[in-house]
């Protein structure tokens, strides 16, 4: 529909006052235009702000939240960094960081390690005071129970806190999720510095790319699907345990976790296709999981035996 403005009315019906009905909430990109015109030989001139709902904010220092500051901004750095000794290259400025992130990130990942080596050689143990107070349900013989698992934690140095441990990586994988988004938008601090999303011929800064797309997700899914694979297949030293300790619930567990990780490598397959550089990311990030993995069975092999030595010399 068009209006027809006559003289005076003009000036008036594009001044709304400065109404913005949702403020800046739910907005993240802003835009400004300026409209000029001659009108009986006088010239206005308004300015017009539009406020675009959905994508992602730039990162800047302006409207950075708390996890922003702390996390986004330094990882962001970190992946300019890389990328403007780089050539300004993205990819790379993507892999290195990748590299730098998972590898500050490592002990982390070995403490939860030594976790669950150390619950396997107090599984024995822990069975013998499960299957003691199977039949008692009073609350002093499960208090008494509680008390006799407490001693074995300590006599195998574990501590119950540490299952907390991967949660702490969460928060450093997000962040770095947030940059590989956010980092090539324009009006960043850092997008200069990435700005040849070039690889391979492929544009990482385009989504759902068609047949590229599908590619990448392709290999997403693959090398998570082996990273997985690998994951779940059980060190020679707990399928001994399980042999001598049998535990149906922690066979349905597994099952469970199977069901849970192969459904995962589908959803990631699913949502990497939604962003090329997502997608590299993701390859990148499973390719280095899956070598830190084979690296730690190694070295878990190696602390097994030492801790199994260990309690046989009291």
Not at 61 to 70: E, L, P, Q
Not at 184 to 199: K, L, Q
Not at 202 to 215: E, M, P, S, Y
């Amino acid at each position: 529909d068009i209006t027809v403005l006559n003289g005076e009315d003009v000036a008036e019906s594009f001044d709304d006052g400065g109404y913005e009905p949702l403020g800046d909430d739910g907005f993240h990109n802003k835009y400004g235009y300026d409209v000029t015109y001659t009108h009986e030989g006088t010239t206005v001139a308004k300015t017009f702000e539009v406020y675009v709902a959905g994508g992602e904010k730039p990162i800047t220092t302006g409207d950075a939240s708390f996890f922003d500051w702390i996390l986004v901004i330094p990882v962001a750095w970190l992946m300019s960094f890389f990328g403007g000794i780089l050539g300004n290259s993205f990819a790379l400025g993507i892999l290195f960081t990748t590299i730098v992130v998972r590898t500050l990130a490592w002990p982390i990942y070995a403490k939860s390690n030594d976790l669950s080596i150390k619950m396997n050689v107090a599984q024995p143990d822990m069975q013998r005071v499960q299957a003691k107070y199977a039949t008692r349900k009073d609350p002093q013989s499960q208090q008494q129970m509680q008390m006799e698992m407490m001693a074995i934690y300590k006599k195998h140095g574990i501590n119950v806190m540490g299952c907390l441990m991967p949660f702490l990586q969460m928060p450093i994988f997000i962040a770095m999720y947030g940059v590989v988004r956010r980092i090539t938008i324009t009006g960043g601090m850092y997008t200069e510095n990435v700005a040849n999303t070039n690889f391979l011929g492929i544009n990482l800064a385009n989504t759902q790319d068609g047949i590229i797309g599908i590619v990448l997700a392709g290999l997403v899914g693959a090398t998570m699907f082996i990273l997985q694979k690998i994951s779940m297949k059980k060190p020679s030293y707990t399928k001994n345990t399980a042999k001598h300790n049998p535990n149906p619930q922690a066979a349905q567990t597994e099952k469970t976790m199977k069901f849970v990780s192969y459904f995962m490598v589908i959803m990631m397959a699913f949502a990497s296709y939604q962003s090329n550089a997502l997608a590299l990311y993701w390859i990148f990030g499973n390719i280095y999981s899956l070598g830190q993995t084979l690296v730690n069975r190694k070295l878990n092999e190696k602390k097994h035996e030492h801790l199994m030595q260990k309690q046989l010399l009291g």
